[in-house]
């Protein structure tokens, strides 16, 4: 975990090098600085001696502004560091979900991987700045301040010593007890963002069915399991510096017991006396600031387990070595494929499908829920591998094929649609960063966008909110359309991505697919029998099992399964789910 978390310094190596030189001669001087101090009380105001106070006066105003001047340089090269570093693990771990295919998304929460990259980060950055910083500071000048303590009087230094083995075994029992609770906070952070992220993303289903006592109950208990596990850890911490306390004020007053009789005796002088009473509050300071180290390093620890996760994630699904980057057309073939979601039952989503369609054919594919209708299409643009056979696009297994020119000649719109905040035009050109304003137009006219766009008062220019939240399920259904298309594929499919458009406007899109990319082929995923019924071949899916395969008048006179669909709708207008109640599929 720390050689991963080390190699994201990066171009900030240099800004953390410097920093603990320069906040070791800050510690020198501000060591030196009691020491000079007893020879300006003995040989300069005890003594009498004008001169002396002014050079030994003189010599620490000297040493305070050198070290008021390595402490600002080491603060402003630690903070370039310390920001440095979080920065270069967010972006770490932003490529490499950008990395992710669909099996390695399906491990992680989003609320989890949110927490990761704010919480998680943070809490490294404040380690490491403290690292850098107090834990150079702290330590060494508790040993300077030590090793000047046995220079004036080794026999009292005895009492130090004594003071730091025992403040030493108390932080080591209590930050070993501590440190299994912090796993469990950022677990639990996970739970509350997630309860927070739910409710925010679907607040307009929760106030239609008056569900926010429900939600607020759920957040609640999501808070409260936060606030008990802190609570936990810090009573656990609120042990440490009370002890603390009294280890310190305990020598404090050894050093004066015993002090006074050395100072009687003539073994210290008074400068002497009063410099080691000095160096007591710079121990105590460095106890202090050592057991924030141990606690921030504690929480960190978790922290990093879970960043370095993100970051060693190594995606399922590559580029294989010498990719291919040629794809003649856009034939699909699926040559015996058995598909299982990993971590999942263990249970197949797909059994032993063998289809072969031809380039420039329109398939329409129509199942119950959970009959692996999703499934079978995430298999063409690679976004899950097959557990078993091969898919082929053009005639070559996806498998040796670039994924980017594979995901290029394959667009997809998924069943969830999602736009970006950003105006129409930004939404549009995520299927072609370089399509002219007339290419977009033409895009959004064949998927029937281009209606309701001229309406809107600032056209092609109206900015959507995040998610589309301003725009209508059909609308936002076609923008996703004409921006799949936009990238000019050779495989469109469509899964279930006209089901919050009326009828008519279903068929104006199907009809203009047809009469305006007549090369492409087109895999149409629906409910609704008159979708698919002018389809080339239609696919009935059951249980993960091709059912059917044929146009719509061989499957209607000869397929128990679409004769219900059709039965089904012909009554009373509804979409397919499942005939008979047919067992639902693991997706």
Aim: a neutral charge; proline letters at 3%.
């Amino acid at each position: 975990m720390i050689k991963t978390l080390l190699r994201h310094i990066g171009q900030y190596r240099t800004a953390a090098i410097l920093t603990p030189i320069f906040i070791m001669l800050e510690v020198v001087m501000d060591v030196l600085i009691p020491y000079v101090t007893s020879w300006l009380i003995d040989d300069g105001i005890n003594a009498r001696h004008l001169p002396n106070v002014y050079r030994y006066g003189g010599l620490m105003l000297l040493m305070a502004f050198v070290s008021l001047a390595m402490g600002i340089l080491g603060g402003r090269f630690v903070a370039k560091a310390s920001t440095g570093f979080a920065a270069n693990l967010r972006k770490a771990m932003y490529r490499n979900i950008q990395r992710f295919a669909f099996s390695d998304i399906d491990k992680y929460s989003t609320s989890g991987l949110v927490t990761r990259m704010t919480t998680d980060v943070t809490n490294l950055q404040n380690a490491f700045q403290m690292i850098l910083r107090t834990s150079i500071r702290a330590p060494f000048s508790l040993i300077f301040s030590i090793v000047m303590c046995f220079v004036i009087s080794p026999r009292m230094s005895l009492i130090f010593v004594t003071a730091t083995v025992i403040l030493a075994v108390i932080l080591t029992v209590i930050i070993k007890r501590v440190s299994a609770t912090f796993t469990r906070v950022f677990k639990q952070y996970d739970v509350l963002n997630s309860a927070v992220q739910e409710n925010v993303s679907a607040i307009r289903v929760v106030k239609a069915f008056v569900r926010e006592d429900y939600e607020n109950q759920k957040f609640e208990l999501a808070a409260r399991g936060l606030y008990n596990l802190y609570v936990k850890a810090e009573r656990l911490m609120a042990v440490n510096h009370p002890v603390m306390n009294m280890v310190v004020y305990g020598c404090i007053i050894a050093i004066s017991w015993f002090g006074a009789q050395f100072v009687v005796d003539g073994q210290l002088t008074t400068g002497q006396i009063t410099s080691l009473f000095t160096y007591v509050m710079s121990i105590l300071m460095s106890l202090m600031m050592l057991s924030m180290i141990f606690v921030q390093i504690t929480m960190s620890a978790a922290s990093g387990k879970r960043v370095v996760e993100v970051i060693n994630e190594v995606p399922d699904i590559v580029n294989p070595e010498q990719p291919d980057a040629e794809i003649p057309d856009g034939r699909i073939d699926f040559n015996h494929v058995s598909f299982a979601y990993k971590g999942g039952s263990g249970e197949y989503a797909l059994h032993d499908i063998d289809l072969h369609i031809q380039s420039g054919e329109t398939i329409g594919v129509i199942g119950g829920t959970g009959s692996g209708k999703s499934s079978l299409i995430n298999l063409i643009s690679r976004l899950y591998d097959t557990t078993r056979g091969s898919v082929a696009v053009g005639g070559k297994d996806v498998r040796t094929l670039d994924l980017t020119t594979l995901r290029n000649c394959v667009s997809v719109v998924l069943q969830k649609n999602v736009l970006f905040s950003g105006s129409i035009l930004d939404n549009l050109r995520w299927g072609n960063p370089d399509a002219t304003l007339q290419q977009c137009q033409q895009a959004c006219r064949i998927a029937c966008a281009d209606e309701f766009i001229q309406q809107m008062p600032d056209g092609y220019n109206t900015h959507i909110e995040q998610g589309g939240t301003n725009v209508s399920g059909g609308q936002r259904q076609r923008l996703c359309i004409a921006r799949a298309l936009l990238k000019q594929p050779l495989v469109l499919i469509l899964d279930d991505s006209t089901s919050a458009c009326d009828n008519a406007t279903d068929a104006r899109i199907r009809e203009a697919l047809r009469r305006d990319v007549p090369a492409m082929t087109r895999i149409i995923i629906a409910q609704r029998i008159s979708s698919l019924k002018d389809c080339d071949r239609i696919l009935v899916l059951d249980g993960g099992r091709v059912n059917g395969w044929g146009t719509h008048e061989n499957l209607l006179k000869n397929n128990k399964i679409y004769q219900e669909i059709c039965a089904i709708q012909d009554e009373d207008g509804g979409d397919f789910d499942e005939p008979n109640g047919r067992k639902e599929d693991a997706r």
